[in-house]
């Protein structure tokens, strides 16, 4: 795929759906974004304390205990009983992104994913090559490491260099080292490795993604036989080897997108002027008008 076409995607849908309508689920995630990230900061900012804490471990109205799971995991590797709310908090987290979808995370929640996005739209703009690209599965093999580090070390190894955490401090305390920490994830994704933190590196995806292998909201490429071959969903999609087996429906292929990897930014969605895809659920293998994707396909 060119970069041209890289640079054009999704303007057809501009035309056909308009603006709003072709970037409504990347408009949404903006928000969400943004919102968690605030629900942590107007405490310390300005004193309303309905959330303490951070993304880390966090309590919420001074009920509601919310932890991360893979720090708990850190946690028990590296020798330490947690406190019986985290593991509850834990419990809740895995819940929630078990049903929803584990790298939901990833593309609604992290703050780190608008830096990455924001690379990726400078490296198309500047026609960058595609760059190295470390297997996807680095990021299981970092995940291992980063356990393997903290039984050895007895720590939570990974947030001592976590870019969420340290994003999150600097907001608090003064940003500081966190703007060469954000500044070199960026040129990573810019000059080194397209999509590389996201999608090959960063230890969290990889166990978010892990977490919701079997979750229940999905991506469908319901309306796959109105695909007409423009090739912008691949273009936007973080993790675009997902796509083919739902799009194409070879060998019976469901349209569901059932890979871990998915994120649910819906971005497929806002840039198909055709409505190929939709959100939907698990148990929905619904496909409209797939007779005619097999006359397609023959």
């Known amino acids: 795929m060119s970069a041209t076409t890289k640079r054009l995607a999704g303007h057809e849908a501009i035309r056909v759906k308009g603006w709003l309508a072709a970037h409504k689920w990347l408009i949404l995630r903006r928000l969400s974004q943004v919102m968690f990230l605030l629900v942590f900061l107007v405490g310390p900012w300005f004193g309303i304390w309905w959330v303490t804490g951070t993304l880390a471990g966090s309590r919420t109205f001074g009920v509601l205990p919310l932890t991360d799971p893979l720090v708990l995991l850190q946690s028990l590797v590296a020798g330490h009983l947690p406190e019986l709310t985290a593991i509850v908090g834990a419990l809740i987290v895995m819940a929630v992104y078990a049903v929803i979808g584990g790298r939901v995370f990833c593309s609604w929640v992290c703050p780190i994913n608008p830096v990455t996005d924001g690379a990726h739209w400078l490296h198309d703009r500047l026609g960058f090559s595609k760059g190295w690209q470390p297997k996807r599965s680095t990021r299981l093999w970092i995940l291992g490491a980063v356990l393997a580090v903290s039984a050895v070390t007895g720590t939570i190894a990974w947030e001592v260099v976590n870019p969420v955490t340290i994003l999150h401090r600097g907001l608090v305390y003064g940003m500081g080292f966190a703007w060469a920490l954000v500044g070199a994830v960026f040129l990573f ?3 080194v490795a397209r999509r590389g933190w996201c999608g090959h590196v960063c230890p969290v995806g990889a166990f978010y993604g892990l977490i919701g292998t079997k979750s229940l909201l999905r991506v469908s490429a ?13 273009a936007v999609c973080p993790e675009s080897q997902v796509i ?4 194409r429906g070879r060998d019976g292929a469901s349209p569901l997108i059932l890979s871990s990897d998915c994120t649910n930014c819906g971005r497929c969605i806002d840039v198909c002027a055709v409505d190929v895809f939709a959100f939907t659920h698990r148990c929905d293998t ?5 007779e005619q994707l097999a006359d397609k396909a023959a």
């Open 244 to 247: 083919p087996a739902a799009l």
């Open 286 to 290: 619904y496909v409209k008008n797939d």
């Open 189 to 191: 994704d810019l000059v």
């Open 222 to 234: 319901v309306n796959r036989s109105a695909c007409n071959d423009c090739m912008d969903c691949f």
